[in-house]
């Protein structure tokens, strides 16, 4: 293990860049025996991470090698879609003969996710509200090991890369600073209307913004979308009105639960009776175990954008549930993984057209 290498990574404040933005040095000082580059950019029509595999797969990498000596690990795996063909060919340049492997992704929702990740590499779950770093795994983003090599590399931390989409006249991958304003970037990219809506990040799991926001370390992209279709993206509903709605739509059709990524992992939860539970108002063992199955969900948003026929809000219930509710005792156990898990994933293509 590189004690310098984890210092010079700390003090350049390099994090998680895919969303997470837990501190990098953090996870590379405990060690790990793999490490794993996350490059599936499971949110749909982001590109940033498959630009960054394109254009600077050297300087990825030596990231990863840098992880490796930082952490011990003495196994690599790079994460892509299938489809990236071209990223594929420029990272497999870099990776011939050595201990690090491009291992290629379905292309599904949400791919990307680390669970998934470890599951799908090392044949290993995560401990149910657990860390790979527990099973002896680091998972970090392609863009996260980029900027960590140049950290290594003596280069401060200035700048970060965000895709910007939709009602722009030049869309692409922008490098921008931290701390710049989402103004500053909608005048570089040219927005094409006066009336928009701003949605920083993915369009399943991001929020709103407006131009007076700034790009964050965190920050991965800037939609700009349409009025008219907007308000499809991520709805914000007051828990009251959700649990009125549950109690006079849910069909307990179970699709919710059936598409649950986590659920097919094996992982205890069943947000067609999480939701259930606290719309009826039930109490005792079941009223337990809902606050328990919550804090597993991963707000992938799956169940409310997607599976759900009546367009109920199951994430926006475990959110608050994970905000107000405190868990008693600990988590279930973990299960078997689905055998219908490959069947049930939801296709990208397919997420995109909803």
Same mark, same amino acid.
């Given at each position: ?37 996350? &490059? ?15 254009? +600077? ?6 990231? $990863? ?80 090991? +980029? ?24 869309? &692409? ?67 009251? $009105? ?91 156990a973990i299960e078997e993984r689905r055998e219908y898990m490959t069947e049930r994933a939801v296709p990208l293509g397919r997420?995109?057209?909803?």
């Amino acid at each position: 293990m590189s004690k310098t290498l984890i210092e010079k990574v700390r003090q350049a404040g390099i994090v998680g860049l895919g969303g997470g933005g837990f501190p990098t040095y953090a996870k590379w000082q405990n060690g790990a025996e793999v490490v794993i580059a996350n &490059g599936a950019e499971c949110e749909p029509l982001l590109v940033k991470d498959r630009y960054l595999m394109e254009n +600077y797969p050297d300087v990825i990498v030596e990231g $990863v090698k840098s992880a490796m000596d930082a952490t011990g690990a003495k196994r690599g795996y790079i994460a892509m879609k299938d489809k990236y063909k071209s990223a594929i060919t420029a990272i497999e340049k870099h990776t011939k003969r050595g201990s690090i492997e491009v291992v290629r992704l379905p292309d599904f929702y949400p791919v990307g996710d680390e669970y998934f990740l470890v599951d799908k590499i090392i044949g290993k779950r995560v401990p149910p509200l657990g860390y790979p770093t527990e099973i002896g795994v680091v998972v970090n983003n392609v863009e996260t090991l +980029y900027f960590a090599q140049n950290a290594v590399n003596g280069e401060p931390f200035t700048h970060k890369f965000i895709s910007v989409l939709g009602l722009v006249k030049r869309p &692409g991958v922008y490098k921008v600073p931290i701390g710049a304003l989402i103004r500053d970037i909608l005048i570089a990219s040219g927005v094409k209307e006066s009336s928009y809506r701003l949605f920083m990040d993915g369009l399943m799991m991001g929020s709103d913004c407006t131009g007076d926001c700034v790009v964050e370390k965190t920050t991965s992209a800037l939609f700009v979308l349409p009025l008219e279709t907007a308000h499809k993206v991520n709805p914000s509903i007051p828990i009251e $009105v959700l649990r009125r709605r549950a109690v006079s739509a849910c069909e307990n059709c179970r699709m919710c639960t059936d598409l649950c990524p986590r659920y097919l992992l094996g992982y205890p939860i069943e947000p067609h009776r999480i939701i259930r539970a606290f719309s009826y108002n039930l109490s005792g063992d079941v009223y337990d175990s809902a606050i328990r199955m919550a804090y597993n969900c991963s707000e992938c948003g799956i169940c409310e954008l997607y599976a759900c026929p009546m367009n109920l809000s199951p994430r926006q219930l475990n959110r608050y549930i994970k905000s107000a509710y405190k868990m008693k005792g600990r988590p279930a156990a973990i299960e078997e993984r689905r055998e219908y898990m490959t069947e049930r994933a939801v296709p990208l293509g397919r997420l995109i057209e909803r």
